[in-house]
């Protein structure tokens, strides 16, 4: 493991910069959707990876977010209280950045 990996803040670090290039991407007209989605996605995956290495896990080489958000599950106290108290909460199955991979016909739209 590189020793970036086994920083959680770096994790989150990396998170933030993520969602900061989702949100400059959707602020730009011409700039397909898809390429924030593919931010926001890898923002939320390092987000996960970051409380699974606060706890002393080792995050793993995926890109599966319903596999993180298992793992973190395991790891992460009011994650189990939710589990418990309302039944396991909806997590995506497989991985998510397969999508972001192909161009989308939808016309890029302005937000602002």
């Known amino acids: 493991m590189a020793p970036c990996e086994a920083d959680p803040l770096e994790w989150l670090s990396r998170a933030r910069a993520d ?3 989702a949100v400059v ?3 730009v007209a ?3 959707r898809w390429a924030a989605g593919f931010h ?3 923002a ?3 987000a996960l990876k970051a409380v699974l290495v606060a706890h002393g896990r080792t995050a793993p080489r995926t890109h599966d977010i319903g596999l993180l958000a298992d793992l973190v599950a395991e790891v992460a106290q009011p994650l ?3 589990d418990e108290e309302h039944g396991k909460w909806p ?3 497989g991985t998510l950045a397969s999508w972001a991979s192909q161009p989308s016909s939808e016309p890029a ?3 602002s």
């Open 19 to 21: 969602l900061r290039v």
């Open 25 to 27: 991407t959707l602020g």
């Open 30 to 32: 011409d700039l397909p």
């Open 40 to 42: 926001l996605q890898q």
């Open 44 to 46: 939320a995956e390092k």
């Open 80 to 82: 189990r209280a939710w």
């Open 91 to 93: 997590r995506p199955s």
């Open 109 to 111: 739209t302005s937000t």
